[in-house]
Antibody
């Protein structure tokens, strides 16, 4: 069974940092590009970042470029999102998802709240 | 960036009704158009990828189509069921940044 489990969310002050993790099981992670998508409270879905299967190619939305960094450790079946210089507008549920052309498996999401 | 516009924003229909949600791209996305369903409090789930390819396990009463222009797409539920209550999103994967429509909230009358 394919499973993605997001973790690492929490309450952080503006300007702070947080690292999200996504543990994958049930499929060969190194064959999939992986993506982070977020959803602000009561709002729609927003693509954040994608990383290629080997971890070489990375892509970011303009809203997080220069502040967020996506990475992966295929030996541990893990995906990460390092978030720095957090802002109130980064408050959202963050989902990891498998794929880049379309997202066919999703984690349950982890809530990040940026507030003083 | 490619803008995705869905209509309607919300929809109320009866069990057994045929329901159609449309999605328009601000420029051609070829056939790189996907549909997701998000039930309240849950993660999204992919229903259709590549305009019309149904994901495994998705019932055949759900279908996707495109006009051929690469800008106009639709999701159709041929016979609405109570379990279809959710918000539906289209998403283009033609070019980054990948963008989603604003969502269509579907309710049962």
């Amino acid at each position: 069974e394919v499973k993605l489990e997001d973790s690492g969310g929490g309450l952080v002050q503006p300007g702070g940092s947080l690292r999200l993790s996504c543990a994958a099981s049930g499929f060969p992670l190194n064959r999939y590009a992986m993506t982070w998508v977020r959803q602000a409270p009561g709002k729609g879905l927003e693509w954040v970042s994608t990383i290629g299967g080997l971890g070489v190619d990375t892509y970011y939305s303009d809203s997080v470029k220069g502040r967020f960094s996506i990475s992966r450790d295929n030996s541990k079946n893990m995906l990460y999102l390092q978030m720095n210089s957090l802002r109130a507008e980064d408050t959202a549920i963050y989902y990891c998802a498998a794929g880049d052309v379309y997202f066919d498996h999703w984690g349950q999401g982890t809530l990040v709240t940026v507030s003083s | 960036d490619i803008q995705m516009t869905q209509s309607p924003s919300s929809l109320s229909a009866s069990v057994g009704d045929r329901v159609t949600i449309t999605c328009r791209a601000s420029q051609s996305v070829s056939a790189y158009l996907n549909w997701y369903r998000q039930e309240p409090g849950k993660a999204p789930k992919c229903l259709i990828h590549g305009t019309s390819s149904l994901q495994d396990g998705v019932p055949s009463r759900i279908s996707g189509s495109g006009s051929g222009s690469g800008t106009d797409f639709s999701l159709t539920i041929s016979s609405l069921q109570p379990e279809d209550v959710a918000t539906y999103y289209c998403q283009q994967s033609y070019s980054k940044p990948f963008t989603f429509g604003q969502g269509t909230k579907l309710e049962i009358k």
